[in-house]
């Protein structure tokens, strides 16, 4: 029986987050190939692409928004992001507590200023504070040997 004119037969539509039956295919396709960035570069040159899906072998022609996710894809696989770069700013020598404070304002204000990214920031705090660990350790050391010779122990 057809369904009344303006009436889906599944009012609630497809679930949030299914893929559609191309997307699958497409996808199965990437985890079979044994090219596939060749695969991908077939998608960014718009060329046919045959791809297997539950009714069977099907032939896909990828549009503009496919060809240009290839292209990221692609280019991606190519040249991946660099996970660091040297990053350098003006900070003070660190010998005391004090200094490590003076530090973290350099740091902040370089932050703010837009000269590192915020993520930077973090990651020269966490290269001071376990410093600042060891120097207090350190200093800790040297006033216990003065009390310990002061009062006759060593």
Same mark, same amino acid.
């Given at each position: 029986m057809p369904f009344k004119r303006g009436k889906s037969g599944n009012p609630a539509g497809r679930r949030k987050g299914t893929p559609n039956k191309a997307t699958t295919a497409v996808k199965a396709r990437i985890k079979a190939d044994v090219d596939p960035i060749g695969f991908l570069a077939q998608v960014m040159r718009g060329e046919a692409i045959k791809a297997q899906d539950a009714d069977g072998e099907r @032939?896909? $022609?990828p549009n503009l928004t496919d060809m240009i996710a290839a292209s990221? =894809? #692609?280019a991606g696989k190519l040249i991946p992001d660099a996970k660091d770069s040297p990053v350098t700013i003006a900070l003070p020598e660190i010998t005391t507590a004090d200094d /490590? &404070? *003076?530090a973290m304002a350099a740091i902040l204000k370089a932050a703010a200023a837009g000269e590192i990214t915020p993520s930077e920031a973090q990651a020269f @705090? &966490? #290269? =001071? *504070?376990? $410093? @600042? %660990? /060891? #120097?207090? &350790? &350190?200093?800790? %050391?040297k006033r216990l040997e003065e009390i310990e010779k002061r009062i006759g122990r060593k």
């Open positions: @032939v896909m $022609y990221r =894809i #692609l /490590a &404070a *003076k @705090v &966490a #290269l =001071i *504070k376990p $410093y @600042v %660990e /060891a #120097l207090s &350790a &350190a200093d800790f %050391e």
